[in-house]
C-alpha cells in the first residue's frame, strides 16, 4: 500500500481535459459584473487630468473609478519586506508603464471594454530610468532576511596570487511570466465579508493583503482558488487588480469579475529583472578553486524592493576557501520584479556555470572534471553537512546517458555538414525549505477519506500527491481518498512558491492522516467486541481499508465496522507540521547535472538545441510521472531562457514594446528537441518527516549555462549576455 512514488495518472486529469476543472474566471456568480483597467501610457510622471464622461455613456456601464472618486484603499503594505507596494486609483502619480490608472465596469465585458477605451487621460510625462548607467547603485539591508553579501577567506589577495584567473560579466535580460491562464479575480460581497475566486499561488497570502489593503480583518475575507493555469511566481503575490476588483465590486454593489488582457501580463505582475553579474574564479593549474567572486546588480522598482538573489548557490556549490559576493540594487522606473521560476538560482546558474566553463577551457580540463575536482563535501558557507547530496551520481549518470565522452575538447572541431556541433553542461542544486502547514484528514463511515488543506494546485499534481500521501498513510486505495484545497476555510497552508509545497504540506498530510488512522485503530484496540482487543498497535498493519496483525492477516477488521460499531459517520483528526533544529544541523539542497547538445548553423548563427539529459536527486519523489514532467518542464524553460525570452522595452520612454506572445518569443514544438530527465534516487531522513525536498525549480537551473557551454564549445564564442541570438555569434563566425 505504499503509493508514495508511484507514476499516478493526475486525479483532476479527466477533469481538465474535458473542461470540468474551473479555473477563478469560470466561477458562475448571480449578477456578476465585468471591469476592465484602463492603463497608462507613459510610464513617469503625474495626471493632469482624466476624462470619464464619454465612458459613461455606452450602455451597461455601471461606474469608472479613477483616482477621484475609487474607494479608500491602503496602498502600502504593513511589512514592507514580504508585501508588495500596490497602486490602487488612490493617487495621480504614474510609476511605471501600464499602471493602474482607471476602471470601467459594466453590465457586459464589451460594454467595459468599451467605457474604457473612451476613458482620456493626459498626462504630465517626466524622462524615466530606464537604464542602469542612468540610475545609482545602492546595497538593501536584508535578502530573505539575510546580509546581502558574504566573506570568507581574503578573496582579493587570492585572486591576485591564482595560477589561473577567469574574470567576465554576464547578463540576463529582463524576462516575463506567460502562464496560459492570465491573471483573474471575481469579486463578491456579502455585507462586510469578501469572497474571491482568484487566480493566486497563495490563498492565504492573498487574503492577509486583501485584508490590509482594505481595512478589514481577515477573518472576514475568503480566498477561493480550485485550480491554476501556471504561475511560476507571478501569482504568488497579490497584484493591483485583486484589489481593484473588490473596490469595483464594493462601488456598484454587485460581484465583479476582473481578468487581465496579455498585454496587462506585463506590466504590474511582476517579472525576472535584469542582472548584471561580475563572476572572478581563481585556480591552480590543476584546476581546484582558491577564490571565487560574484557581485550581483539587478534591478527593482523606485517604489518597492526586490532582490533577485543571483549569488546564492555560490556560496555553497563548490569547495572554495575564499569567497566574496555581493548583491546592489538600482531603481528603475519600471514595476516591481517578483520571483519567476528559481529566482536567483536560474540568473546565477548562468554566470557561475559559464565561468567555471571557462575556467575548464583556461586550464585545459574536461568541464566535468574541474566540477569534481571542486566537489563541496559539506556545505561552505554553513560549515553544515548535507542532508543528503547525489551530485556525483547525477554526474555519472548523466554523462552516461548523454554520451559526455564523446564531447570534442577543442571548440568548434566538430562538424556535420553546415552546422557546428558542440557539448556543453552545467550543475543545478536548488534549496530545499519547507515552511509550517496543516491540515485535516477525515475517514468517513463507507471507508472512504478526504484531507483537507488550504494550499494551491499549479497545474504541478498537488491533488494528486497529496491524496498519494494519505492513502499511503491511511492504508486506503488511492481512488478512496479525496484531496481538498484551495480555500481559506480549510487549514493554513502556505503559497506555493520555492519548491516548498511538497514537503511543507506532504508533512502536514502525513501527519494527519496517520492522526486519524492511530485514533481509529485505538477503538479497535479497546473494544472487546473488535477481533484486535487488546493487541498492541505495532502488531498492527494498515491495508486496503482494513487493519489486521502483521503476522496474522486473517485477524483484523474493516474500517467501516469499526466506525459502525461506534455509531460514528466519520472520525477526524487536524495536525500540524512545521521546521524544526534539522534547519540548523544540516544544510539542505536538491541537485543535478545539465547536459545540451547544440547545432550552430555556419552561416546564419542560429542555434538549434538538438538534445538536452538532465539528471536530478531531490530527496523522496511523490509520484514519478508528475516529477518527471517538472523537470521537463523546467529544462525546456532554460533552454527558453538560453535562446529565446527577452523584454524589449523603448529605453526613451520606458514602455515594453513586446507585451504579447507575437513578440515575446518562447519556444514552440519545433524549437523542443530530445528532452530526457531522469530521477536519481534519494533518501532523506532529515530534511521532512516525507523525505521530500521539492522539484519546482531546479529544473530550470544550469539548463541556459550548459546550453550558451555548449554554443562555445560548438563554435568558440563565448556568449555571456542572454539570449544567445545569431547576431552574437555572426561577427565572429
Request: charged residues 20%; glycine residues 8%; contains cysteine.
Amino acid at each position: 500500500m505504499n503509493l508514495i512514488g508511484a507514476p499516478l495518472d493526475r486525479v483532476d486529469g479527466r477533469l481538465k481535459v474535458t473542461g470540468g476543472a474551473r479555473y477563478s474566471a469560470e466561477f458562475r456568480v448571480a449578477g456578476l459584473a465585468y471591469a476592465v483597467m484602463v492603463t497608462s501610457t507613459v510610464a513617469k510622471g503625474r495626471i493632469a487630468s482624466i476624462d470619464t464622461r464619454d465612458a459613461l455613456r455606452p450602455r451597461g456601464v455601471l461606474a469608472v473609478l479613477t483616482h477621484h472618486n475609487a474607494p479608500h484603499a491602503n496602498q502600502a503594505p504593513p511589512n514592507k519586506a514580504q508585501e508588495r507596494y500596490l497602486p490602487l486609483l488612490q493617487d495621480d502619480v504614474v510609476r511605471y508603464d501600464r499602471q493602474p490608472v482607471a476602471l470601467a465596469i459594466a453590465e457586459t465585458f464589451e460594454a467595459a471594454l468599451e467605457a474604457a477605451s473612451r476613458v482620456v487621460v493626459t498626462y504630465d510625462a517626466t524622462a524615466p530610468v530606464t537604464t542602469f548607467a542612468g540610475a545609482s547603485v545602492y546595497t538593501p539591508e536584508k535578502i530573505m532576511g539575510q546580509p546581502p553579501d558574504s566573506l570568507r577567506g581574503d578573496p582579493d589577495a587570492a585572486l591576485g596570487s591564482a595560477a589561473v584567473k577567469v574574470d567576465a560579466t554576464y547578463t540576463t535580460p529582463v524576462e516575463h511570466h506567460n502562464p496560459m491562464e492570465p491573471h483573474a479575480t471575481i469579486a463578491v460581497w456579502d455585507g462586510d465579508r469578501l469572497t474571491l475566486y482568484d487566480s493566486t499561488q497563495a490563498i492565504f497570502g492573498t487574503r492577509k493583503r486583501i485584508s490590509d489593503a482594505l481595512g478589514i480583518p481577515a477573518d472576514a475575507v475568503r480566498v477561493i482558488t480550485e485550480y491554476v493555469g501556471g504561475g511560476f511566481g507571478s501569482k504568488g503575490s497579490a497584484w493591483p487588480h485583486v484589489v481593484l476588483a473588490a473596490l469595483g465590486a464594493k462601488a456598484v454593489g454587485r460581484p465583479v469579475k476582473l481578468a487581465l488582457t496579455r498585454p496587462q501580463m506585463f506590466s504590474s505582475v511582476g517579472y525576472r529583472p535584469r542582472t548584471v553579474q561580475r563572476v572572478a574564479l581563481g585556480a591552480g593549474k590543476d584546476g581546484k578553486l582558491t577564490v571565487a567572486l560574484h557581485e550581483v546588480t539587478s534591478q527593482t522598482s523606485t517604489f518597492d524592493e526586490f532582490v533577485e538573489p543571483s549569488a546564492a548557490l555560490t556560496k555553497m556549490l563548490y569547495a572554495v576557501p575564499n569567497l566574496r559576493t555581493t548583491q546592489r540594487l538600482v531603481r528603475l522606473d519600471a514595476a516591481t520584479p517578483t520571483y519567476m521560476r528559481a529566482p536567483g538560482e536560474s540568473s546565477g546558474s548562468f554566470a557561475l556555470e559559464s565561468a567555471m566553463d571557462e575556467l575548464a577551457h583556461a586550464v585545459g580540463l574536461d568541464p566535468l572534471e574541474v566540477r569534481l575536482r571542486n566537489y563541496a563535501e559539506t556545505d561552505p558557507s554553513s560549515g553544515n553537512p548535507f542532508s543528503s547530496k547525489s551530485l556525483r551520481e547525477c554526474y555519472r549518470f548523466g554523462a552516461e546517458r548523454f554520451g559526455w565522452s564523446a564531447r570534442p575538447s577543442k571548440p568548434g572541431a566538430l562538424r556535420e555538414g553546415n552546422e557546428l556541433v558542440g557539448y556543453g553542461m552545467a550543475t543545478a542544486t536548488y534549496p530545499s525549505h519547507r515552511s509550517a502547514a496543516s491540515a485535516n484528514a477525515r475517514i468517513a463511515a463507507d471507508g472512504s477519506a478526504q484531507v483537507f488543506s488550504g494550499t494551491q494546485d499549479l497545474g504541478t499534481g498537488s491533488y494528486t500527491v497529496f491524496a498519494q500521501v494519505a492513502a499511503s498513510a491511511l492504508g486506503l486505495p488511492v481512488e478512496r481518498v479525496r484531496f481538498e484545497l484551495g480555500d481559506t476555510n480549510f487549514p493554513n497552508a502556505p503559497g506555493s512558491g520555492g519548491s516548498t509545497t511538497a514537503a511543507s504540506v506532504g508533512s502536514a498530510v502525513y501527519a494527519a492522516a496517520n492522526a486519524v488512522r492511530t485514533k481509529l485503530l485505538e477503538l479497535a484496540l479497546n473494544d472487546p467486541a473488535s477481533p484486535l482487543y487488546g493487541k498492541t498497535a505495532s502488531s498492527v498493519v494498515a491495508a486496503d481499508g482494513r487493519f489486521s496483525l502483521a503476522a496474522d492477516s486473517a485477524t483484523g477488521e474493516r474500517f467501516v465496522d469499526i466506525l459502525q460499531r461506534h455509531d460514528l459517520q466519520h472520525i477526524e483528526s487536524y495536525a500540524e507540521a512545521k521546521p524544526g533544529d534539522e534547519t540548523k544541523q544540516y544544510a539542505m539542497h536538491a541537485f543535478g547535472a545539465q547536459f545540451a547538445e547544440v547545432r550552430v548553423d555556419a552561416d546564419l548563427g542560429t542555434v538549434r538545441v538538438a538534445r538536452m539529459v538532465g539528471a536530478f536527486a531531490s530527496g523522496r519523489i511523490l509520484n514519478a510521472k508528475t516529477a518527471h514532467s517538472q523537470y521537463l518542464g523546467g529544462m525546456t524553460w532554460g533552454l527558453s531562457m538560453a535562446l529565446f525570452e527577452e523584454t524589449q522595452t523603448d529605453l526613451r520612454s520606458g514602455r515594453i514594446m513586446s507585451a504579447n506572445l507575437e513578440k515575446y518569443l518562447v519556444p514552440v514544438n519545433a524549437d523542443a528537441p530530445s528532452i530526457e530527465a531522469y530521477l536519481i534516487p534519494e533518501e532523506d531522513e532529515h530534511v521532512n518527516p516525507i523525505g521530500v525536498k521539492g522539484i519546482g525549480e531546479i529544473g530550470i537551473v544550469g539548463a541556459a549555462a550548459a546550453i550558451a557551454n555548449a554554443v562555445f564549445n560548438a563554435t568558440g564564442i563565448r556568449v555571456r549576455d542572454l539570449p544567445i541570438v545569431p547576431e552574437k555569434l555572426l561577427a565572429s563566425l
